[in-house]
């Protein structure tokens, strides 16, 4: 039995998208051409909209009533039923849990069938990288042979996680962080929050308002998080072979938080990035932040947290000292 799709996220705190302008504008395109391809892959760093965009496209193509482009009418009946996550003819996966191949077949077997109620029926697969690389297989079927009247759409964080085939076989929308400004905007409009703390925040998330949400949500994950990466830089500039052991022991001891540790990372590490002017440094960022990609898919095949970890803190030049934030 397919999960039921959870469309709360478009109801509540991320009612309104943010940013992506140019892409909302051609997704908008696409609808209004009626133009719409068979299968998309949204791709760009964690935690900036991409399911949410995901999301608000899907609404808006199955939206059986007097729709505008992306804007779905939100009174017929498809709609109604899409924000009660309801509609039978949406599937959405973004658990964050590896995929498998028998969750893969039941989802083949669900874009076979006809739609219920809707003209089409779509299927949102969020992080796809998720899913083994048999589910990938059996879900290349769908992708080379669709179903009349079927959509999938696809995001991750980093296309090299994905099958080429997969990649292949979509088209690719490229995604890409907010500025400070519009988070800041955004928490400040969302929010009760003090423009200190809506500053502070927006810059610390680097254009992620996922994780900007997340830090206003839970009061302790934005301190816990500068004092990760204070730990962290520590760690990886230390010459010693034990300190970087031990601090991989450590970071790897909360299973729950490496995602938010991943997160926390990648937001300093590419705010980092963007205020150096040294090509050298730029690419050792630039090889830890795809380290880091990896170890997310790593950690999803259940490869052991600690030698993540350790494998991260070792990457080639980490000690070099030139990550400083
Ligand atoms: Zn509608």
């Known amino acids: 039995m397919l999960p039921k799709a959870d469309c709360s996220i478009i109801n509540t705190q991320m009612n309104k998208i943010v940013g992506h302008n140019t892409k909302l504008d051609y997704l908008d395109r696409l609808i209004k051409g009626d133009e719409t391809s068979h299968a998309y892959c949204f791709f760009g760093p964690s935690r900036i909209g991409k399911t ?32 009660a996550s309801n509609l039978p003819d949406f599937y959405l996966n973004d658990t964050g849990e590896a995929i498998g191949v028998e969750e893969i077949r039941e989802l083949v077997h669900f874009l076979e069938l006809k739609p219920y109620q809707s003209k089409i029926k779509v299927a949102l697969i969020s992080h796809a990288e998720r899913m083994s690389v048999q589910a990938a297989n059996a879900f290349l079927k769908s992708l080379e042979e669709p179903p009349i009247n079927t959509l999938i759409i696809l995001t991750t964080d980093n296309l090299d996680n994905l099958l080429p085939t997969i990649i292949s076989r979509t088209q690719l929308i490229k995604f890409g962080a907010l500025t400070d400004q519009e988070v800041y905007d ?18 610390y998330c680097n254009g992620k308002l996922g994780l900007a949400i997340a830090m206003v949500e839970d009061e302790n994950l934005f301190s816990s998080s500068k004092d990760f990466f204070a730990d962290f830089i520590s760690a990886l500039d230390n010459d010693s072979y034990v300190a970087k052991i031990q601090a991989g022991e450590k970071f790897s001891q909360n299973s729950d938080l490496a995602e938010k540790y991943f997160d926390t990372l990648e937001s300093n590490l590419h705010r980092q990035l963007y205020r150096l002017d040294n090509n050298a440094e ?8 795809d ?12 490869v052991n947290p600690r030698l993540v970890w350790e494998s991260i803190l070792f990457t080639k030049g980490s000690n070099d000292k030139s990550y400083r934030c």
């Open 291 to 302: 380290k880091i990609a990896k170890s997310r898919e790593y950690l999803l095949k259940n």
């Open 52 to 83: 949410t965009v995901g999301i608000a496209f899907s609404k808006a193509i199955l939206c059986c009533g007097d729709k505008d482009g992306l804007n779905p009418c939100n009174e017929c009946q498809n709609c109604r039923l899409f924000d």
């Open 282 to 289: 730029g690419l050792k960022i630039v090889g830890l932040l």
């Open 186 to 203: 955004y928490l400040s409009d969302t929010f009760e929050l003090e423009k200190e703390k809506a500053d502070q925040i927006s810059q």
